[in-house]
């Protein structure tokens, strides 16, 4: 045992509940892909069950997210890192909700998509999926080792620019192709742009654990 | 007096939120003193000193940069995380922070309280068997209360301006520039350090009074330089520039002003009576000292009321450097010492050793008409009262004996009032 661990007993209490967050975040980009996945499939039950789940689990987040919060406004950390890590926390509270209401869209939208669609979104959704997860990687690295953190944040950077290719080509096939009605072309662009949308959130935050990582090393 | 003209500027430097020297204020002071009394000053050793105000900031710049670019190469190592790192910080700065503070005491209670210890107002106190609190003791006691209650009072606006006004600081650079103002003060203060220099044969750090304030805030700059020094808030640093500068000006017109009225107005008595006589033994002295003497038994017999009045008249005749100067009003002193068997036997060793207190004993029933000739009439006797003067090795046994020596001055001195 870390002779250490009792004089912060309050920050490894924190730690350990960011740890359990990210967990929920993994859970999280997995039951997406999956949910996803099964909307595709056309296997609506298995879609709405996920979403359930999904919804179960970020409002445990949130919760989580909320407790850390707390403990950290009762100074367990000094002002500096506490700041920091309550601007992280904010952040990062964005992704779940981002999966969250795509989602909903599709939900609600109930979209038709076209089968020469599916296998690209499929791909999205696995780069999303490996995204976040890296992003998962990146925080908790921030929290054991401040130098693994940058190969973590150059993965999501990876993920996203793959999804960045795969969006591209799915609008360029939607707005090319004279069989759609423009407000189908919207629809789908809409259902696209919404789905890049997890990955670029996915890169903001991952650039804000580089920034805290460079910031505390220097 | 000149504390008191010291405490004035130093509360009213505080208050503006300037981060101040105790020392450059008892300096201004004394030199105040000195003007208002005549006295001799050595202006190698105030230019020592004056040269400390520009080297201890330098110094600590340099050692704060240093010290920066070792911690951020070290934290990129070691590889924790946050929250880790976090609480290694704070562990790392607790225990600077007191080490600075452990400091700052050790150095500072002797500017607040040190005059006055030989006129101490307590007599000692006794609790049990064995264990006592001396009068000094009890003072700087009190020294180190009001020390605290001057943190708790009026300190929040010096320390905002330390930790936040010249340059917003990480928890990292926190911690270096505490310790290199700590380092920086145990540089200036160690005298095993400047032992052990000594024995190397290397030039020993002189041990002075430095300022913790420029310490401290030269380490701010030095960390601010290294990374560009466009973070540094350069009005800030001319304005307590500015205040290093005034300090000492502003205690030394306090302390000359005050003088004159305690004297003038109040009809105080704010300076002892000393002669200074050039007497036939003091020019022979003066000889082996290495002092030209050429001209100077004309001035034989002139009692003189003031040491800068005695340094006045020998350099008209004679070529004078500074710590010339200083011999010449240590020689011409004159103070009656009578070197009683009671007054040794009171002693209880003291620090002396058994050798040197037999010497000592030898010449109860001695009298002298300046002190130096109890020093050499000891050295006479005894080996170990011989102040070797060899340069750098000797720098500390000298000092230990010309300490001793002055102890015994005062004590036989005393004894005659």
Known sequence: MNPLSLFFKKQYAVEEKIQRLLRYLEDMAHLYKGSYEAYLDGSSDEFTQRNEDLNKIEKEMDDLGLQIQMTLMRESLMPDSRDDLLWFLTKLDKVPSSFKHSLAEIALEKPEIPQDFKVPLKKMLDHTHKAVKALAHATDSLFTDLRAVRQHVEEVSRQESEVDQVEYKLLQSVFENEKYELARKYQLKGIFKQLGAVTNLAEDVADAVLILATKHST | ?417
């Open chain 2, 1 to 417: 007096m000149a504390a008191l003209a010291a405490g004035l500027t130093v509360y009213w430097m505080t208050k503006l939120g300037l981060p101040v020297s105790t020392s450059q204020a008892i300096i201004g002071s004394i030199i105040g003193w000195n003007l208002f009394s005549d006295s001799y000053t050595d202006i190698s050793s105030l230019l020592k000193i004056l040269s400390t105000w520009i080297i201890c900031p330098l110094l600590s710049a340099v050692i704060a940069a240093l010290l920066f670019s070792i911690s951020k190469i070290f934290v990129r190592k070691i590889g924790v995380g946050l929250i880790h790192l976090d609480g290694y910080t704070r562990l790392a700065l607790i225990l600077a922070g007191a080490f600075g503070a452990y400091s700052l005491g050790a150095n500072n209670i002797a500017n607040v309280m040190g005059v006055f210890v030989p006129v101490a107002p307590f007599p000692d106190m006794q609790f049990g068997q064995g264990f006592s609190i001396s009068s000094a003791q009890q003072l700087f006691l009190v020294g180190g209360l009001a020390i605290a209650v001057g943190v708790f009072t009026y300190s929040k606006r010096v320390m905002m301006t330390v930790g936040s006004e010249l340059m917003t600081l990480t928890p990292l650079a926190a911690w270096v520039a505490v310790m290199s103002h700590s380092i920086v003060l145990f540089l200036f203060a160690s005298e095993r350090l400047e032992q052990l220099l000594a024995n190397m044969s290397l030039p020993t750090i002189p041990l002075v009074p430095v300022s913790s304030s420029q310490a401290v805030v030269g380490a701010v700059i030095g960390i601010g330089m290294l990374q560009g020094g466009r973070e540094i808030q350069w009005p800030r640093v001319y304005s307590i520039v500015k205040g290093w500068v005034i300090t000492p000006i502003i205690s030394c017109l306090l302390c000359f002003v005050g003088l004159y009225f305690l004297q003038n107005v109040f009809q105080q008595t704010v300076q002892r009576d000393s002669n200074y006589q050039l007497s036939a033994s003091v020019i022979e002295k003066f000889q082996k000292e290495g002092i030209e003497t050429d001209g100077l038994h004309e001035l034989s017999g002139t009692i003189f009321r003031t040491s800068a009045e005695v340094v006045r008249s020998v350099k008209d005749k004679v070529n004078l450097s500074s710590k010339q100067g200083l011999k010449v009003v240590e020689y011409s002193l004159q103070q009656r010492l009578i070197v009683t068997a009671e007054k040794i036997a009171d002693l209880d060793n003291n620090g002396l050793s058994p050798v040197q207190l037999e010497a000592l004993s030898k010449l109860a029933g001695q009298t002298y008409n300046y002190p130096w000739q109890l020093g050499d009439a000891l050295s006479e006797i005894s080996p170990e009262w011989i102040v070797l003067g060899g340069g750098l090795k000797d720098k500390l046994h000298d000092r230990d004996i010309k300490q001793k020596l002055a102890f015994l001055y005062r004590i036989f001195h005393r004894r005659e009032l």
